[in-house]
């Protein structure tokens, strides 16, 4: 399995498609940061305008805490985005290239050939999280340094102390790439039914976008299914800034989450192990 | 002797007595406040209340006559901008009146209630009350009604085995800001879609306690020229 | 001798298409087996049943005496396959897709064996570049090295030379004698050109629309007694008089304008000859076509 995973990975980087993300998050973030430069220090004392009429603040609230909390907010499109790019190619790939028959013609299960390209896939999804990471607050504080997080949280400012803060990221990364690895895993399903990669791109972005909207709309029928859309839960990375941490939403989360990772991994190996490959 | 009678009784009444002329008390609390010429202090800052949460901060207060104030702090610190200045002067400035209400015991500590009605239309204060203990020359009790920031109430308590100066080892500021004016973000917790939250006013407490005080000492100008840190 | 392909009663149906009917063969070890039929034939079908890309509707494979069902892995590391066109990642070098493909296929593969399989098919000066620069007889080539790097015991080659020019195919058809005869490789081989099989095969079976027509020693049924020999004759009256008490007669198929076409052994045919000529029938010419060619051609004629 390993031997199948390192080569796995190996095809996946060797593909020029795969740096798309990488660039992205290293062109984009730093945009948003220098924007924040000029522009995040109205926008903090706008936010506590209010409270900054009776006292005076001091310190550095617009540090690379911060900005990279707002960062973190782009998991709602751009991320899957650049998550479905590579996933969807992972099995649809090999039929585009007409590269399945060399493979599958091997001495090793299609169990296995499944299974290794969804865990390079978890591995990739898993990168490009660290490497918005680094860039959010490697970068961040090397232009803001660091400090206290001001955000909001159920209508309250919270504002964490600078040493309670870079658990909380860690863990709020781990968990954005449990959420993405359920957009990796959904375009993965979704590459093992076609010959062709556009199709799982553009479906799990649509899926994600219409669940997104479902969500949004304030009709009781929506807010209904709404508990049932993965799309819901993949938010929950704020309740890690929450003070104290709601343990429950959190775990609930997680599960849920997780849940959806092996139902699509399941799904995807169910229709592999069947496929006839004609490509 | 006639004359030397009604002056030692005055002065007698103005020394051990209650003075209920609001002038007088006043003038008292500047002249025992002119004393301290400047001073550095830390203060350790604890907040209670709904709507915000901020872990305990540390921040070093410098304060130089007549009415020079800043703050420096490693991390991030928020502080009451009326707990940063005691001195009688930033508390009477411009023109007002005043008026001596009554007495009130406040902690057992006597102390005699005026209020200061500013008559300029330019400040945000528009009403306080005071309550001086007059035997120490300091205010117990502040207050203080604001044209749009509510109302706040500061409580000082001080420790003359300390400091021989009228600065308070610890101050409990309440507040009651009205309501907030940013829309809450649209961030929802699972389950809770687009429900609206009410805006609820903000009220709470900030608690200051003051140590190490270098009263005296000198503290150079430029000081209070950096930019808040 | 040792059956190394056994397929039984082997049938695969799309959903509108029977592609492969009731399918039986068997191959030897040793053998250079040749699998023929027009396109669309079902070669392919059973090629990629036989390599678990497809699953049968119905029907046993069994290779090395195994069922394929449920040895899978034990026998694809005794098998190398190309199936259809070779396909690679062409963003990748020769040398690395072999390298990547070695280590999924059973075997320590070393970059040794690498070098020395991309020397017997020609490749060895491009084993650097990458796949998407090749030409297809290149890609052809290439796709033959990937099925020996791990020293298989049965190759199976789906149409090897389509595509190749007279030398490539000549090439090709050298390195399967090579590997039959020098390497004891048993060879299943699939092509749609009758010619090619012959030259190389020792059995052979012919297919069409998914069952076997034919099936045999390819010396035996190339060389098959029974010829089709057309005589053109410019006397068509005359000559169906003079066969009539005859025993030609009994050897005649059919005869259309002026085109007598007898079912006979070769060394008959200038007995025939010499009677009618004997019998004052010019004899314009004299075609005899192998029956297996042309029963070949038919069919093949008839799909396209």
């Known amino acids: ?279 | ?229 | 001798m040792e059956k190394i392909i056994e397929i039984e009663n082997l049938s695969k149906q799309f959903k509108d298409i029977k592609a492969v009917d009731n399918l039986n063969l068997n191959v030897y070890k040793g053998d250079v087996f040749g699998f023929l039929g027009p396109n669309g034939a079902g070669k392919s079908t059973t090629i990629r049943m036989m390599t678990s890309l497809i699953s049968p509707t119905d029907g046993k494979i069994k290779i090395f005496g195994s069922s394929l069902n449920e040895k899978r892995n034990e026998i694809l590391k005794k098998i190398g396959a190309i199936v259809e066109k070779p396909d690679f990642y062409g963003y990748l070098s020769a040398f690395k897709n072999l390298e990547m493909l070695g280590k999924i296929s059973g075997k320590e593969i070393s970059s040794k064996r690498i070098m020395e399989v991309l020397e017997l098919v020609g490749l060895e000066k491009r084993y650097t570049s990458k796949v998407k620069t090749f030409s297809h007889g290149m890609k052809q080539r290439l796709g033959i090295a990937q099925a020996l790097i791990h020293d298989p015991e049965l190759i199976i080659l789906d149409e090897p030379t389509t595509g190749l020019d007279p030398q490539g195919m000549k090439e090709i058809r050298d390195l399967i004698v090579y590997l039959s005869k020098e390497k004891n490789k048993t060879i299943f081989l699939s092509s749609h050109i009758l010619y090619e099989v012959e030259l190389v095969a020792n059995r052979m079976i012919i297919i069409n629309k998914g069952s076997a027509k034919v099936e045999g020693i390819v010396e035996e049924l190339l060389n098959s007694n029974k010829l089709r020999v057309t005589f053109e004759v410019d006397d068509t009256e005359k000559t169906k008089l003079i066969l009539n008490n005859t025993l030609w007669i009994n050897k005649l198929e059919t005869e259309l304008n002026g085109k007598f076409i007898f079912l006979m052994q070769q060394e008959e045919i200038p007995g025939l000859n010499k009677y009618l000529v004997q019998n004052d029938i010019a004899v314009k010419a004299v075609i005899p076509t192998r029956s297996l060619e042309e029963y070949f051609l038919n069919i093949t004629q008839k799909e396209s």
């Open chain 2, 1 to 229: 002797m006639k004359k030397i009678v009604p002056i030692i009784l005055i002065i007698a009444g103005t020394c051990f007595g209650q003075a209920t002329n609001p002038d007088v008390i006043i003038k008292n609390l500047k002249e025992a406040f002119s004393k301290v010429k400047d001073y550095s202090v830390d203060a350790d800052i604890k907040v209670d209340a709904s709507f915000i949460k901020v872990p305990e901060m540390k921040a070093k207060i410098f304060y130089k006559q007549p009415d020079k104030t800043h703050i420096q702090s490693t991390g991030f610190a928020m502080i009451p901008r009326k707990g940063l200045d005691f001195s009688p002067a930033s508390i009477f400035k411009g023109k007002y009146t005043s008026f001596y209400v009554k007495e009130d015991i406040i902690d057992n500590i006597k102390t005699s209630v005026i209020k200061i009605i500013p008559l300029e239309d330019n400040g945000e204060v528009i009403l306080s009350t005071l309550w001086v203990d007059q035997s120490n020359n300091v205010i117990r009790k502040i207050e203080s009604s604001t044209k749009t920031n509510g109302t706040f109430v500061i409580n000082l308590s001080y420790d003359f085995s300390l400091n021989k100066y009228p600065l308070p080892s610890s101050i409990t500021f309440s507040f009651d800001v009205g309501r907030m004016n940013f829309a809450p973000r649209n961030e929802d917790s699972p389950g809770m879609a687009g429900e609206k939250k009410p805006a609820k006013n903000i009220t709470g407490k900030v608690f200051i306690t003051y140590s190490n005080y270098i009263v005296n000492k000198g503290i150079p100008d430029k000081v209070f020229e950096e930019k808040e840190k």
């Open chain 1, 1 to 279: 399995m390993f031997n199948l995973v390192s080569i796995e990975l190996y095809k996946i980087f060797k593909k020029w498609r795969t740096y798309i993300g990488f660039i992205v998050v290293a062109v984009l973030i730093p945009v948003i940061q220098i924007a924040m430069l000029m522009e995040g220090q109205r926008s903090i004392n706008f936010m506590t305008r209010n409270l900054q009429q009776s006292f005076l603040f001091v310190g550095n609230l617009l540090n690379s805490y911060f900005v990279s909390y707002l960062i973190l907010n782009s998991l709602a499109i751009h991320i899957p985005f650049l998550i479905a790019l590579v996933a969807g190619d992972l099995l649809a790939g090999e039929a585009t290239g007409g590269t399945y028959r060399i493979l599958i013609t091997r001495p090793v299960s299609r169990f296995s050939i499944v299974t290794a390209k969804f865990i390079a896939g978890m591995v990739y999804t898993f990168l490009l999280i660290l490497w918005l990471a680094i860039i959010s607050l490697g970068l961040g504080t090397i232009i803001f340094g660091t400090g206290e997080l001001l955000n909001y949280s159920n209508g309250s400012i919270i504002i964490l102390a600078q040493n309670d803060v870079l658990w909380r990221f860690l863990l709020a990364y781990g968990f954005a790439v449990l959420s993405m690895g359920v957009v990796a895993s959904l375009a993965f399903l979704f590459s093992s039914l076609v010959e062709n990669a556009i199709g799982p791109i553009i479906s799990t972005m649509a899926i994600i976008i219409i669940f997104m909207i479902v969500s949004a709309i304030n009709i009781s029928l929506f807010q209904s299914i709404r508990p049932y859309l993965f799309t819901n839960y993949i938010d929950t990375w704020r309740s890690f800034f929450d003070n104290p941490i709601d343990v429950h939403t959190v775990i609930k989360s997680v599960l849920i989450l997780l849940a959806h990772i092996v139902v699509f991994y399941s799904a995807a190996l169910f229709v592999f192990k069947r496929k006839d490959i004609l490509t």
